[in-house]
């Protein structure tokens, strides 16, 4: 398959050049904006009508064929950071790497599907002889007052120990006045400087620190945002681990392509199957990782 004419996309759909003239979809509706770039089939932002931006990225994030870029909803598969044993390469996989082909494009009233599938022919992706070769995905996408998610991979004939991510990042109006509900007694894992190796959450999750966490836990999370005056709830299906990630002041000065003070406002919360949540996929076997972003703001 290729990507699919720029003339048959629905109404409220477009596909021109974006940052760095990297191809990109962009969704104009009733229900929300939005755009996704083909490189890494990558959500950069979707708003929702009447709300602030959803999704954070950073200011200094680098659009280019061989980067990733710093913030949206980066895929990371088929591996989670340097793999379960370290050492894999590139850091989270492949796929947020790869130019994904827009395959289908429709409107169901006011949302919007996208379907976005992983070519087969991927010379010159680093990290690629770390997975099976046959490896398939397919990721599809509904933007609407909703952000829906849904990654598929099937492993044809060989077997793989699968990791992945939905590496959200969300937009937050001061993360240290943030907490985030729906983890307490899930066990985790630290892997922030000075974390211990197992831990358990009790009550909800706050931030005074770098954090950097895989935790045990299928249930759904939802952030409670006083600043912004809202919350964002994050469902999920397929996914025996949540990631939450926040670099604070010290990491974020070290990333190139993340602005020192921009820390405060972001939030990453990640369904995801990593480390002991992995999941382990025979031969013709396959796997769907689901996730739905929404926002209320009522509170």
Same mark, same amino acid.
């Given at each position: 398959?290729? &990507?699919?004419?720029? &003339? !048959? #996309?629905? *109404?409220?759909v477009s596909? !021109?050049?974006g940052s760095g003239g990297l191809p990109c979809v962009s969704v104009t509706t009733p229900a929300c904006t939005a755009q996704v770039y083909l490189h890494g089939a990558h959500i950069t932002s979707w708003v929702p009508d009447g709300q602030q931006p959803v999704l954070w990225c950073s200011s200094q994030a680098t659009y280019s064929a061989d980067s990733a870029i710093r913030g949206g909803v980066p895929l990371c598969a088929p591996w989670f950071g340097p793999g379960r044993t370290g050492g894999k %390469?590139?850091?989270? /996989?492949y796929f947020r790497l790869a130019e994904w082909e827009l395959t289908q494009a429709d409107r169901d009233g006011d949302d919007v599907l996208l379907v976005f599938t992983l070519p087969t022919e991927r010379g010159g992706l680093p990290g690629i002889e770390h997975a099976p070769a046959d490896l398939q995905a397919t990721y599809r996408v509904r933007l609407g007052?909703? #952000?829906?998610m849904e990654l598929e991979i099937a492993t044809p004939t060989q077997a793989l120990e699968l990791e992945n991510a939905l590496h959200a990042y969300l937009h937050v109006g001061d993360v240290r006045t943030v907490t985030l509900q729906g #983890? @307490?007694? !899930?066990?985790?894992?630290d892997k922030a400087p000075g974390g211990r190796a197992v831990n358990a959450q009790s009550g909800p999750v706050e931030f005074r620190r770098e954090t950097d966490r895989v935790y045990a836990s299928t249930e759904s999370v939802t952030v409670v945002d006083p600043t912004l005056a809202r919350k964002i709830l994050v469902t999920k299906d397929g996914s025996h681990s949540t990631i939450v990630w926040n670099p604070w002041e010290r990491r974020a000065a070290e990333m190139s @392509?993340? /602005? @020192? @003070?921009?820390? &405060? *406002?972001? #939030?990453?919360? %990640?369904?995801g199957n990593a480390l002991k949540g992995r999941v382990d996929l025979a031969p013709g076997e396959r796997h769907t990782l689901r996730a739905t972003i929404s926002v209320d703001s009522t509170q």
């Open positions: 398959m290729s &990507t699919i004419d720029a &003339t !048959a #996309l629905p *109404q409220g596909l !021109a050049a %390469e590139p850091a989270h /996989g007052a909703e #952000l829906g #983890l @307490d007694g !899930a066990r985790y894992a @392509d993340f /602005g @020192d @003070d921009e820390w &405060t *406002q972001m #939030l990453c919360v %990640e369904p």
